[in-house]
């Protein structure tokens, strides 16, 4: 089975700096500019959806600075990559708590996910000021003042409150870091994902790295709770 949907933590920015006596803004700048590379690779191995972790609702308590550079790279982001994405048919959307953003990132995001709402060779999705579990919260939230039937509630009803219930579950999840954890990311989507951790950090992740994650993919025997098919 291909990999449909393509979820990724993109971390170790800053540990990437670190080991090369530049600032950790510098690792956030090269990890922007890797987004472009990766989308392009995808694109080329068949992938469809890809989702990235770009700023969690817990990142707000980094450094003043830091959060500041993350949002001006944001807002570049979406400009610098607009004509890329009209020419690829590159959809842009965003999950998370967006108006909390700065008008000058959130001005430019609009522009860019409104001039590629009609594209649909590959959907990108930012991941921005996200939280899985404020995503549950504000998806219950939204059901609790919209909701008119009192029948019992099912998990495709659910899934509709959530902030993208048309894109598909990730199939496979990459971390970049090293680190063995989820952070809070697409907890109700991630159910039945695979996982695939590689200590490569994130502005050194290539076309290779992915190609490699592809195919560990591709050798898994996914059971979704029930029974192998190759038994
Ligand atoms: C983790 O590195 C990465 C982030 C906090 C966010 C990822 C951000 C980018 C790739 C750049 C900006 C995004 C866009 C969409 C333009 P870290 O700082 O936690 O690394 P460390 O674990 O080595 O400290």
Redesign the pocket.
């Known amino acids: 089975m291909p990999v449909e949907h393509l979820a990724i933590i993109?971390?170790?920015?800053?540990?990437?700096a670190t080991e090369r006596g530049l600032s950790?803004s510098d690792?956030?700048r090269a990890?922007?500019k890797?987004?472009a590379r990766v989308v392009e690779a995808a694109r080329e191995f068949g992938v469809k959806y890809m989702t990235?972790?770009?700023?969690?609702t817990e990142?707000w308590k980094r450094p003043q600075d830091e959060v500041r550079v993350?949002m001006e790279?944001?807002g570049?982001?979406s400009t610098r990559m607009l004509p890329d994405m009209m020419k690829n048919n590159v959809r842009l959307r965003t999950i998370g708590r967006t108006s909390d953003l700065p008008l000058l990132a959130r001005t430019a995001l609009l522009k860019a996910i409104d001039m590629t709402a009609k594209n649909d060779g590959f959907t990108l999705t930012?991941a921005l000021s996200y939280g899985g579990r404020a995503e549950m919260i504000d998806a219950m939230n939204k059901m609790l003042s919209e909701r008119k039937s009192d029948a019992p509630l099912t998990e495709d009803e659910f899934r509709n409150y959530l902030y993208a219930p048309d894109l598909p579950d990730p199939d496979l999840l990459i971390r970049t870091?090293g680190e063995m954890r989820i952070s809070n990311f697409l907890l109700w989507q991630l159910s039945y994902s695979e996982l695939y951790v590689t200590p490569v950090?994130?502005p050194d992740f290539d076309r290779e790295d992915l190609k490699a994650a592809l195919e560990s993919f591709s050798s898994r025997d996914r059971r979704f709770g029930g029974l192998s098919d190759k038994k």
């Open positions: 993109m971390d170790g920015n800053g540990r990437w950790r690792g956030h990890g922007a890797q987004i990235v972790y770009a700023f969690s990142n993350l790279l944001i570049e982001f930012i870091g950090f994130w």
